[in-house]
C-alpha cells in the first residue's frame, strides 16, 4: 500500500472529464465533468435515475464510457474491469452489497486476491490480515462469521475493509445510509472520518441531504444525467441542493384531512413468523388498523418487516398469534380469501410479487380477480370486458405508454407501479398493505402515488403503511410504530414525535426507556 | 423368519458390501461432477450422456488399441468436450441449462448408436474387449472380512474415493474452491472483485465431464468389458440425487451415492436368494428400488439442504 | 407478423443447422449425405404410403409435443412424457382387452379415459412431490420413467403375459380399437391423428380463453406473483403435471388403440422424449406443435429408408439434440441470423 509520489502530490484525486454514457433510450450521462480533491470527502447527490449510480459504475470500470475521459492522480486511465480499477487505487462499496452470503466475512474480504501457502489458501494469514484492518479504522466485525449471519450495518463495515484490503485510496459509497439506523449513520459518519484522516478520498453519494451537509466538504448535484451544481457545502443549504436536484421549489408537504377512525377493520395479535432460514424474524407483533386510517411502521430494512406483510397478506406460514380481519379469524389464510374479503396489497417487491413481466397489462390488472365477473365468464375469460377495463385503468392512472397489450415489463419503473397501485385500488378494498410503495420512483410519481394512498383514507380504508423512508412514514401516517428486531418498539403519533426519537427506536431503545429520561 | 433369517444373512456376507462398493462407485463420480459444475452455479444434467459417452469411449478405444487404460484417458478427453458444449451453450450463450443437459444427453445417445455399426458392425452391444482387472492389495487382502471387501477390487473404486477426496480439497482448501464457491453464490460479487466468473465456471462444468466420463468407462471397461446401447442407465440423474442429497458437498454425495450402492446391492441380493421364491417376472419388480428410493429421498431431503444461491442462472454482464 | 416470423425463424433455422451438421457426420462415414437426405425425404413422402406412415408416426408424436409444450408454458419441465405415455398405453391394455361386451361407443371412450388417467396420476406424482416439498420434476420423472420400463416388463411377462412370442399383453378388444380413417396398402391410419389435433385444439383453448390457463400461466412465470394474486402454486403445479401427464398418457393410448392394438414390452420407445424437442422446434404453441411432430415423424419414417444405404436412423437422434441446442441457446441462431441480416 505505497502510493507513489504523484498520488500523494497530485491535487485531484479523481477527474472525470466529458463523461457520456448511453443506454437503449436513455442518455444517462450527458458530458458530465466531475473533479474529486484528494483527501476530501465529495457528496454526489441526486434523485434516482439522476445517473449517479452510472457514474459511479464507469469510474469503477463496470461500466465504460461511450466518450470522455477518466483520471486517477492526474493519469489517464482507461478501464476494463473492476480489476483495472482496484489496481488504480479505486474501492466501491455498491448500494446492493456484493457480498458471497455463505462465505465468512475473512473470505469475502481477500476474495480475488487471497493469500496462499503451498497450493492452500491461507486462512490464518488472511485472518490476521483482516483483523488487523478491522481494528486500524475501527470497523468492528466478526471476522468468523458467515454474511448471511450478520447485521447489516455489519455486512457494510466487511464491504468497506474489502475496499482497504486492496489499497483503496479512492472509496465510493453508493448509498449507503439507505439501509441504517440514524445513528448507524453516525457511526459510518466516523468511520468516514478516520478514513479521510488516513488520506483517503471518499465519493459520497447519497439523496438524503441533511447527510450530505453533515459529512461532505463538496456536493456535486446531478439531474437527468447532467451536472447541475457544484457546491461549497458550508456556503450552501439544504434548499438550494434540492432545488439543484429537481429543477423546482419541492412540496414536502401533503394536504393532509384531519384523522377520523373509525371501527377496527384488521388485528394483528402476537404474531410470531419464521423466515426461509427458519430464524424468528418477527417477534410478538400486535397492533390494529381502524377505517380511515393510516398506520405507518417505520424501521431499517431487514428487521422482519418483509417477513410481517408476507404473514399477514396470507403469502408466509404464521408460527404463533392471531390476525383478524373484519372480525374474522384469517391466521394463514390463503390470499384468495383475503382478497375476497376485501384486502388488497401493494408489495414492496414488485418484480417479485406484484408484476409478471411477461404478461401484456391487460393479464396484469386482472390478477387476483381474474376468476370473476366481470372477467371472466363461467370458466372463460372476457377478454373484451378485461380490454376495456384496462383502457379504463391506465387512463384513471396514467400508465404510459397507454397501450394495453404493453408488456409489464416493459414500462418504467413508475409506471409499473402505477399499474399495480390502479389494480389494488381498484378492487375497492376495505383494507390496504401499502409497502415501500415509492421505492425507486421518480418525485412525480411518488407525489402521484401518496395522492392516491391519502385518496383511500378518506374513503375510509384503512391502511397499513411499511416503509424505510421515514419522510414518507411522517407524511403519511396518523400514527407510526416502530419495528425493530421483529419487534415493536413504540407508538408515536407524527405530530407529537421527532425524528431523533423514531431513529432511536429503529435502533432498538423500546419508548418507555427513550422517555423515561434515560436518555 | 427363515426369510428374515435369509435377508440377515444378506448383511453379514462381504460379497454384499463389495457389490455396494461398485454399484456406488459410478454415482460417487457422477454425483461428484454435478458437485463440481454445481459449485460454480451450472445445472449439468448432461451428466447422463457424459456417462454414456464415457462408456462407449472406452470401449472403441480399448478396442482400436488393446490398451485399456488409453481407452479411459479417451473417455475422460470424450467427457470434456461434451462438458464444454454443455458450458459453451449455458455460460456463453445463457441458454437454458436443463434443455441444453437434456440435448446432449440425447446427442450422446445419439452418438453411440450411430456409431456402433461403422465401428463394431452390430447394433445393441459390442463383444467383449477387455477390461481393467481387479487389484489386489497386499495385506489388506488378509484381513478377514474387510480383506474380502476391499482387499481385491476395482481400482476405480480407489480412484473415485481419491477423487472425492480431492474434490473437497480443491473446493474447500483452495483459492480456487473459494472463487467456485464465491462464483455459485453471487457471480456478480465475485465480478467486481476481478473474478472471471466465465472461467471459473467452464472449470467446474468440464471439471463434471472428467468425472462423469470416469463413471462412464468404470461402467464398461471398468465392470464387464464392453457397451450396451443406454448402459448409463440413469446413473446420470441419480448421482444428481445423491448430489442433492449430499448439500452439494462431495463428501456429502459420496456418503449419499454410498447410500443408494447399498440399497442397489440389497436389491440385487434379495433377488438372489433362494429362501424368498419368486417368479422371474417379479425381479424386474426389486429393480425399482433404486429409482423408488431415489424419489423418496430427494423428495424427503430437498426442502432441507440448500444449493449455490445463483445455480442454473447464466450470469450476464451488464452493459 | 414480424413477431411471428421472428418466432418461427429460429425453429427453422436450427432444424437447417442441425440437418448441415448431421450432413457433416454422414459424410464422417464415408457415406453420401445428398443420396442419404434424399433417400430420407422418398421414405417419409415419396407415395402415398409413405405419407400415411409419415402421419401414423406423427400422432403420438404430436401428443407428446403437447405434453410437454404444455408443461414448458406452465413452468414446468415435464421429462417423464415417456413413462407418462407408457404407464398410460399399459394401464389400457390391463382393462381393455375384456371390454368385448361393450359397444365401441363406451369402450373407446373409456379406454382413452383410463390411459389419459393413468398418465395423469403417474405425472402428478411428479408435481405433488415439486409442490410439497420442492423435489425437481425432471429427477422425479425421469425416475418413473425408469420404473415404469420395469412394472411394464413384469406385467407383460407375468400377469398380462399371452404366453407364446415376445412378451406382450394380449390383444385389445376390437370395440376398444379406434376406427380406421383410411388405409393404404398395409398402411391404417386410424382416426388418432384427428384426437391428436383435436388435443392441440384444447391446449389452444384452455391455455388463451380460460381462467385456469391463466392461473397456470401465471405460475409457470411468476409462482411468486400468482400466490400474490389468490392464485394456488401447488394445486396448479400439480394440475400442469396432470394435464400433461394426461395428454402423454392419451399419446400411449391412440399407440395402443390405433396401431398396436396390444402392449408390447416397451411401448413409449423414445416418442415421450421426442416429445421434448418437438415442443421446443414448435415454440411451445399448439399448431408449431403439430408441424414440428410432422417434422420429425417424417424423419423417424424417412429414416428407415435411409438405413438400407447403410447410414444409421440415429442420424435422427443426433439432428434432434442439435435442434434442441439450439432452440434451448436460441441466441446462437440469433447471432448467426443477425450476421446474416448484415451481411445482406
Redesign the interface.
Known sequence: MNETASQVRHEYAVEMLEITKKFPGVLANDRVTIRIKNGEIHAIVGENGAGKSTLMNQL?G???PDSGEIKIFGEKKTFV???DA?KAGIG?V?QH???????TAT?NVV????P?KG???DLKHSRQVVKELSERYGLYIDIDAKIEDMPVGMQQRVEII?TLYRGAQIIILDEPTAVLTPQEVEELFVIMRNLQKDGKTILFISHKLNEVMEISEKITVMRGGKVTAELITKDTNEREIARAMVGRDVVLKLDKAPHKPKDVVFEVKDLQVRDNRRLEVVNGVSLTVRRGEVVGIAGVAGNGQTEFIEAI?G?RKVERGHIIFQGKDVTSA???????MGMT?I?EDRF????????PAY?NV???R??KPPF?KG???DHKEIKRYTAELMEEFDVRPRIIEHLGGNFSGGNQQKLVVGREIKANPKFMVVAQPTRGLDVGAIEFIHRQVLRMREQDVGILLISMELEEIFSLSDRILVMYEGKIMGEVRPEETTIEEVGLMMAGKKLEEIRGGKL | MIVLLAILSVFINPEFYKIALTVATPLMFASLGGVFSETTGVVNIALEGIILMGSFTSVVFTYLTGNVWFGVLMAVVSGIILALLHAWGSIKWSGNQIVLGTAITLLAQGLTGFLMEPIFGQPGQTDFVGKIDEITIPGLVEIPFIGQVLGEISPFVYIAFGCVAFGWWLIYKTKLGLRMRAVGENPEAADTLGINVYAIRYFGVIMSGVFASLAGAYLSVGEIGQFKELMSGGRGFIGLAAMIVGNWNPVGAMLASLFFGFFGAFSNQLQSLQEIQVAANVKSLFDTIPFILTIVVVAGVVGRSRGPAADGVPYEKHD | MKKMFQSIAVPVIAVVIALVISALVILAIGKNPIEAYGSLIHGAFGNQQAIIDTLIKSTPLILTGLAVGFGFRAGVFNIGAEGQMGIGALAAATFASNFGGLPPAIAIPLTMLIGMVAGAGWAAIAGFLKAKTGAHEVVTTIMLNSITTYIASFMVTGPLATGYGSPKSPEISTSAQLPILMRVGAMELSSGIVIAILAAVFMYVFLNKTTSGYEIKAVGFNPYAAEYGGISVSKNVILAMAISGALAGLAGVTELMGVHHRFLGELAGGKGFDGISIALIGQNNPIGIIFAAILIGALRTGSNEMQFMGVSKYIVMITQAIVIFLVAADRIVRAIYARKKVEA
Open positions: 469503477y463496470l461500466y465504460h474491469g473492476p480489476r482496484i466501491m455498491h452489497f456484493m457480498l458471497v452470503n455463505t462465505l473470505e476474495l480475488g486476491n487471497e496462499v497450493l492452500n489458501f474489502k397478506t403469502l390463503h390470499p384468495r380469501l383475503l382478497r375476497e396489497h408489495a417479485k410479487y406484484a408484476l409478471i413481466k411477461p404478461f393479464y386482472l390478477l387476483g381474474h376468476y371472466a370458466a372463460f375469460l
